[in-house]
């Protein structure tokens, strides 16, 4: 009668209520299956009590417990009492069995499978058993290190839009993605026919059939047939992706790039009378391409839709090539291809056609110039592998491909 005359003029009720009012916010309840009140003998006649919400409930098995998900440790609620662990246990039991009942949070803690109590080296009472509440089988449960990669990816991919948005960007950061090891590869895609020297960099799908938003550069390169290559890095959370695509004019090395400038006839977008560099994508998808290419791209697709009215130029037409090209190299592309060599049917000239799969965005496109400032390179940066290296991978890596022109 002692102990309940003390809990009902509140003297330790009061105080438990605000503390765990005061911390399950912020707790990660959401993950727990249930919960438990865990209780301590401190020093001097010191008590302390904590929540823990656990990933696991047995109304048999008590080790349940101990799979904790979260733990209220470095604040517990601490009284002072002069009695056994009997009664302290007594105390602490009916203003958790109050809390249940009127505590501002009664709700959340009610809708898991149970709640029990106890001193930590002692047994487990059940307060509280939800008949409701389905405990997930661990098929059942959703994988938590899958949930864990999804929120570095989408982290990630919030970091990498302002890394593709950048007007600057280091030879160091592109030279170090051009490499062999157990992560990045340099992969030889084909050879593309420049046969005006005027460049567009677009994307080939889903803008440069219509010539909108296709940008052609103010530079021009010499008439010729130049190398693409696309760096490529396979990592946990984002998979297989194409990281930087890279027409090679000369066999020299750049020392620096500078942001490649639209025409301003042809730029994808101006603020008032200033001409903005890049060009818009969907689904990651790009081309490095001559004027005269595109030319004979959108003249081959007008003939195609003649012939094949009510049909869409990808699913029932190119999806065929990157799924040719996935199946000749499946370990340097995800399922369903991320580059290829069109040859066009009409002209027999090449277009190269890369996807880094990082969804819309806008790509900014840079002129490499080496040594002897002359033109070596052009490039396309899609996706900064930098933001991934954190996690292991392994590339099955292969030294020697062979790769048509």
Known sequence: MKIFD?????????????????????QKV???????????????HHWSVEL??????????????????????????????EGTFQEVLEIFRKCAVAYLDKGKYKDILKEKAGVGIGFVDGDLELLYQNPGYRLLSESDRPDQAMEERKKRFQKRFEQNLKYISQTEVSVETIE??????????????????????????????????????????????????????????????????????????????????????????????????EVLSGFPVDAGMMTICDVKVADEYREFLDQWYRENPGKNHYDDYFAAFFAQSYEMFPAYQREGGDFIVWINPIHHRNMVMIASGFGDGFYQSYIGYDENEEVCQIIVPMVNPDLFEDEDAVFPYTSALHIPE
């Open 52 to 81: 823990a919400g656990t990933s696991k409930f047995s109304e048999e098995d008590t080790d349940w417990a101990c799979e904790e998900v979260f733990a209220i440790r470095e604040h517990p609620y601490v009284i002072q009492y």
């Open 30 to 44: 959401d993950a727990a299956s249930a919960f438990c009140f865990n209780l301590y003998e401190d020093a001097d």
């Open 6 to 26: 003390k809990f009902k003029k509140n003297r330790f009720y009061d105080g438990f209520e605000e503390w765990l009012d005061g911390q399950l916010p912020g």
């Open 176 to 273: 170090k993605q051009f490499i062999n090891d157990e992560k990045h590869h340099c992969m030889p895609v084909g050879k593309a026919h420049f046969p005006t020297g005027r460049v567009i960099v677009a994307d080939p799908l889903a803008y440069l059939p219509s010539n909108k938003y296709s940008p052609e550069l103010e530079i021009r390169i010499p008439i010729g047939a130049y190398p693409v290559d696309v760096s490529v890095y396979r990592n946990e959370d984002i998979g297989i992706r194409m990281c930087t695509a890279r027409l090679r004019i000369k066999d020299t090395k750049p020392v620096t790039y500078i942001l490649a400038a639209p025409t301003k006839e042809s730029a994808a977008a101006a603020r008032g009378d």
